[in-house]
């Protein structure tokens, strides 16, 4: 019986220490956890860089993925990739004064449905927004947005009037209080918002009017020096594996399935503006096949 006690506490030690090992020869990657609780834009982000770091691990080896304990702006997300708290963070352009320092993944990770924007509203503009037919008839409208966002310079180089709030929860306070009177949502991400606040801001409607178009997607960056390096190397890797394999494809299409579901865009007005930052290479705008046109989504 004594030995079989030692057998099994021998077995029990070579397994930790097999676990141990395997944790000392893991990668741990730090994520940023989003601006709010109710903040569910992200998710299939993240999901998709599991996958591609998943694609590579004969390479890499494995990975810890793990997400801060507190959340994080679009500001801070960039300061704490630069000082190691981070390892990876979203960008959708990235700001001149930190091109030095930061670096991005070129490849547009939702195809440009985030360039799509449908406006939520207070209940009481929809009427006047109606009447909207222009860009010109739409700069009579103020616009809200986040600090540091990265369609502000879209936005300012088209002329529109802009409000800034300091927290994501608190624009839709801003909204319902009339403090602007648009907030131009991704058609990825409107509906899952409106539901998760339309209890709390009860005049919280969706337009049926219009849609505003800018290229903009979503790419994962990081801070450039060996570790980024690598780690941009990895993901560009798995998300190439991914495209191969269809992967990606097959994510793409269930996360727009899902996006959409319920989002009519068929009858809107377009309304196109100029983003003059996709005009660098690293955004892959001239790859056709990186971007989703919606053709049939907007088809007459």
């Given at each position: 019986?004594?030995?079989?006690?030692?057998?099994?506490?021998?077995?029990?030690?070579?397994?930790?220490?097999?676990?141990?090992?395997?944790?000392?020869?893991s990668t741990t990657?730090?994520?940023?956890?989003?601006?709010s609780n109710t903040d569910l834009r992200y998710v299939y982000y993240w999901r998709l860089m599991e996958a591609a770091l998943d694609r590579t691990q004969a390479e890499y080896g494995p990975v810890v993925l793990q997400q801060t304990p507190f959340s994080m702006n679009a500001q801070r997300c960039m300061e704490k990739l630069l000082d190691g708290s981070i390892q990876v963070a979203l960008r959708s352009?990235?700001?001149?004064?930190?091109a030095d320092r930061l670096d991005m993944v070129p490849v547009p990770l939702d195809k440009g449905l985030?360039?799509?924007?449908?406006?939520?509203?207070h209940s009481d503009t929809q009427a006047r927004l109606a009447q909207v037919s222009t860009l010109d008839d739409l700069r009579a409208f103020r616009i809200g947005q986040g600090l540091g966002w990265d369609d502000l310079a879209i936005l300012a180089q088209?002329?529109?009037?802009?409000v800034q709030g300091a927290s994501y929860d608190g624009l839709f306070q801003m909204l319902e209080r009339k403090r602007f009177d648009l907030f131009p949502r991704g058609i990825n991400e409107v509906l899952a918002e409106y539901r998760q606040h339309r209890s709390t801001e009860p005049d919280l409607a969706i337009d049926d009017a219009l849609l505003?178009?800018?290229?903009?997607?979503?790419?994962?960056?990081?801070?450039?020096?060996p570790e980024g390096d690598a780690l941009k190397a990895?993901?560009?890797?798995?998300?190439?594996?991914?495209?191969?394999?269809?992967?990606?494809?097959?994510?793409?299409?269930?996360?727009?399935?899902?996006?959409l579901r319920g989002l009519p865009?068929?009858?809107?007005?377009?309304?196109?503006?100029?983003?003059?930052?996709?005009?660098?290479?690293?955004?892959?705008?001239?790859?056709?096949?990186?971007?989703?046109?919606?053709?049939?989504?907007?088809?007459?």
């Open positions: 019986m004594l030995r079989a006690r030692w057998n099994k506490l021998g077995l029990a030690v070579c397994w930790l220490m097999v676990c141990a090992l395997a944790q000392a020869t990657i730090t994520y940023p956890r989003p601006e352009v990235m700001p001149p004064e930190y985030l360039g799509y924007r449908v406006f939520l509203i088209a002329r529109m009037q802009v505003l178009y800018y290229p903009l997607s979503r790419y994962f960056a990081v801070k450039k020096g990895r993901l560009a890797l798995g998300l190439a594996r991914l495209r191969a394999d269809g992967g990606m494809d097959r994510m793409y299409a269930g996360f727009k399935k899902e996006v865009l068929k009858g809107r007005k377009l309304i196109r503006l100029d983003n003059p930052s996709y005009a660098q290479p690293v955004y892959g705008l001239d790859k056709k096949e990186y971007w989703d046109a919606l053709t049939a989504e907007l088809r007459p």
